[in-house]
């Protein structure tokens, strides 16, 4: 596996064009990920192609959850950058979001007993200070059942940075958000 964005920002690859897959953990983190996905009936699927961008890996799951008012499908994409500020990380949960969007298997539209989940998860060996201080304290964009909820997680602490606090818009799904980062992304 080899992650190269095609017609993305230079935050996508590295600065002098080299994917991370080169550092040594970069496949184990995602691959046990991965494994631990497909254990709870995620579908895998790599290097995705969607709007003219190339994901590392995507996990989807469709099915009925009577939390959620009927059928919830979630979604884990990854992506691989060499330097992430807040805005390649906005930019990239929004492109996971769009991808979740025009993956779901439902045909309703969210809201009309159908909800999409999507956990845009990017990898990073570092990450500054003030991109993961705005990834625990910026609310994720808001959407009508629905969330794009972004993820970091960098290699060399081996911590997971998202979203720590609960919003009044959606606050009955955070807990919820928050258990699901922690069960399947981590400990790994």
Request: glycine share 6%; charged share 20%; proline share 4%.
């Amino acid at each position: 596996m080899h992650f190269i964005a095609a017609g993305l920002s230079s935050s996508y690859t590295s600065k002098g064009g080299s994917a991370m897959s080169d550092l040594p953990s970069a496949n184990d983190w995602l691959q046990r990920v991965i494994q631990r996905l497909s254990l709870e009936g995620f579908t895998i699927s790599e290097n995705v192609q969607f709007g003219g961008e190339l994901f590392r890996a995507a996990a989807h799951r469709s099915r009925f959850e009577l939390t959620k008012f009927g059928n919830s499908e979630t979604f884990f994409v990854f992506a691989e950058f060499r330097e992430l500020s807040r805005e390649s990380a906005r930019r990239f949960s929004f492109n996971a979001f769009q991808y979740a969007k025009a993956s779901k298997s439902f045909p309703l539209p969210c809201g009309l007993f159908e909800s999409v989940w999507s956990f845009a998860v990017g990898l990073v060996d570092t990450l500054d200070e003030v991109t993961a201080a705005s990834v625990h304290s910026e609310p994720p964009v808001k959407h009508w059942a629905a969330a794009e909820i972004p993820v970091v997680y960098e290699r060399r602490q081996g911590k997971l940075h998202f979203f720590e606090k609960t919003p009044l818009w959606g606050a009955a799904y955070y807990a919820g958000f928050r258990t699901q980062v922690k069960t399947f992304l981590g400990d790994i």
